[in-house]
Structure formats: C-alpha cells, structure tokens
C-alpha cells in the first residue's frame, strides 16, 4: 500500500509553500571585508578594555567613592530643598530628548 503523502516531499513538509525564515545571526568573520574585520577587531577590542576596566573597580576606589559621595549630596540636596517634582519633570524632557536622538 503506497501512503498518498510523501513525508520527505517539501510540500508536506512545509504546507503553505513558504519555508519560515532563518533567524539572521551575525556574520561569521570569514565572511566580512577586510573593512569590516577590522571594525569588528577594533570594536571587540574596545569592548575588552571597557570591561576590563570596569571589573577591576572596587568600592575602595577613590573614583567609585567620590561617585557615592556625589551621589549621596545630590540626594540629600533634592530632598532638603523639596526638589523631587523639578526633578521628575527633568527626566521626562531628558527622556524625550534621547528618544529624538535614538530615532535619528
């Protein structure tokens, strides 16, 4: 008895006739320009020392310290002059001001 569906047909495989599209990867470095493996070079190169850098800070750091303390008077000068709506409303117009950019 011969079976009226050929499992290894694509028709049946795929029913609508349209295969489902892979999902894009990254190019593979083989398969760039030279240009471009070097804007991948550099760029994984940047990405390293930024790492770098930011794994070997510690909260002993003077850098990470003058942060906090920043940080802390900023906070404390927000809430003691009851700036806590100016503040708000800045990061509102800050958002908006990125999303202009991100979208140009």
């Known amino acids: 008895m011969k079976d009226p569906v050929d499992i290894f047909d694509p ?3 795929y029913p609508s006739g349209v295969k489902p599209e892979r999902k894009k990867t990254k190019k593979s470095v083989l398969e760039m ?5 070097r804007k991948e070079y550099k760029q994984r190169l940047e ?3 930024v790492n770098r ?3 070997n800070l510690h909260t ?3 850098y990470v310290q003058r942060l906090e303390h920043q940080l ?3 906070k404390s000068f927000v809430s003691f002059n ?3 709506k100016q503040v708000e409303e800045y990061e509102k ?3 908006e001001i990125n999303e202009k950019k991100s979208k140009t």
């Open 93 to 95: 117009k800050l958002k």
């Open 33 to 37: 320009t030279k240009e471009e493996q």
């Open 72 to 74: 802390i008077n900023l």
């Open 47 to 49: 990405n390293a020392r």
């Open 60 to 62: 002993r750091d003077n």
């Open 53 to 55: 850098y930011v794994n």
């Open 82 to 84: 009851k700036l806590d």
């Open 11 to 13: 028709e049946a495989i």
